[in-house]
């Protein structure tokens, strides 16, 4: 069997509300031979996801913070760590910096709502994309079109498990979605059927391997995209050169 670089792209990692450290996720990792995690903070730590009506306070902001600097301060080895910056609507782009690998948008339908409608809902987004940083982007299906139509047509965006909690696979290609060049996607949790769909469309330089730990297992998600069959090339690009690229394209030119 080829011996394979893997990048898991998507998973979480926090303390302030669940007990999600670090010690707790690298095993699970080691266990894949995982070199390298893009780490995403929990819900949990970003907002009241059980209260629909839930309005901002100054600490839930400092945990935030809290779960950002917890990312950030992580060193590991063996493991090339690529910190997440959560975003909710204080959109705080003065905190956005180029430490941060990604940014992470999420709401689920009976979550409390972005207010998109906030002017610096827009300065968050201008500012990611000046440090090139993608979005990983999971909303309701109508937003998600949205997001990538109207409100942030210049961004990068990554669907997190092909689609799955998007409105599903077959919605956005229908929308006409995955086959745009700035789209990207990853497989966690994602069904073996949609992947190949997806590899049919679109080919395998916009997909990429992740487990969505701890809702998902490094372990079982990898073996996934191997047990597809697929050439040790397309296997490569989706275990982690698909996502390497991705963070090298999107970043300005030194001075």
């Not at 992580?74 to 003065?94: C, H, M, Q, R, S």
Request: proline share 7%; net charge negative.
């Amino acid at each position: 069997m080829a011996l394979y670089r893997i990048i898991d792209c998507h998973l979480h990692c926090g303390v302030e509300k669940v007990p999600w450290a670090w010690e707790r996720v690298r095993p699970r990792l080691q266990a894949a031979q995982v070199s390298g995690a893009g780490l995403i903070p929990p819900v949990e730590d970003i907002y009241d996801r059980w209260n629909f009506n839930f309005q901002d306070t100054p600490d839930w902001q400092q945990c935030r913070r809290r779960a950002h600097q917890y990312l950030r301060g992580l060193k590991d080895p063996g493991i090339t760590l690529y910190p997440y910056f959560f975003v909710w609507n204080d959109f705080a782009w003065e905190e956005l910096d180029s430490a941060y690998a990604a940014v992470k948008w999420h709401r689920h339908d009976n979550e409390p709502e972005y207010h998109y409608d906030d002017p610096r809902c827009r300065e968050f987004i201008n500012r990611a994309v000046e440090l090139g940083l993608p979005i990983l982007l999971e909303e309701s299906f109508e937003n998600t079109v949205f997001f990538i139509r109207e409100l942030a047509p210049q961004a990068t965006v990554i669907i997190p498990h092909l689609g799955l909690l998007n409105g599903g696979y077959d919605r956005l290609q229908a929308a006409g979605l995955w086959e745009l060049n700035r789209i990207y996607a990853d497989t966690a949790l994602a069904g073996s059927g949609a992947i190949m769909s997806y590899l049919n469309l679109c080919g395998s330089d916009r997909l990429m391997f992740g487990s969505d730990y701890p809702f998902g297992d490094p372990v079982t998600e990898k073996e996934k995209i191997l047990d597809l069959g697929l050439p040790e090339a397309v296997n490569q690009a989706i275990l982690a050169d698909n996502w390497l690229r991705l963070l090298r394209s999107g970043r300005p030119p030194a001075g």
